[in-house]
């Protein structure tokens, strides 16, 4: 899979995809996509990458508490 670093524009493949799903990684191994030789990997923030489309990367795979408010509301009901 590849994503675009937000602040170079330049494409990075994503070496583990699942740290990348990860909610609770907040840093993934990348590869700058760059020449005809592999890069070494290097550790990016979720937060400068997005999609080539330059959408944003699904909350569920950026904040561990994207469920938080839905969880406390279903505690809520069945306690009244």
Same mark, same amino acid.
């Given at each position: 899979m590849f994503l675009k670093h937000t602040s170079t524009g330049k494409?990075? *493949?994503v070496? &583990? =995809? *699942?740290d990348l799903m990860n909610p609770m990684h907040e840093q993934?191994?990348?590869r700058l996509h760059y020449g005809e030789e592999a890069q070494d990997p290097e550790t990016v923030d979720k *937060? &400068?990458?997005q999609f =080539?489309?330059?959408e944003a990367l699904p909350r569920a795979w950026t904040d561990p508490h994207? +469920?938080?408010e839905e969880v406390e509301a279903v505690h809520?009901? +069945?306690s009244t």
């Open positions: 494409l990075m *493949q070496v &583990e =995809p *699942q993934v191994a990348m *937060q &400068e990458l =080539p489309s330059g994207y +469920r938080d809520h009901d +069945r």
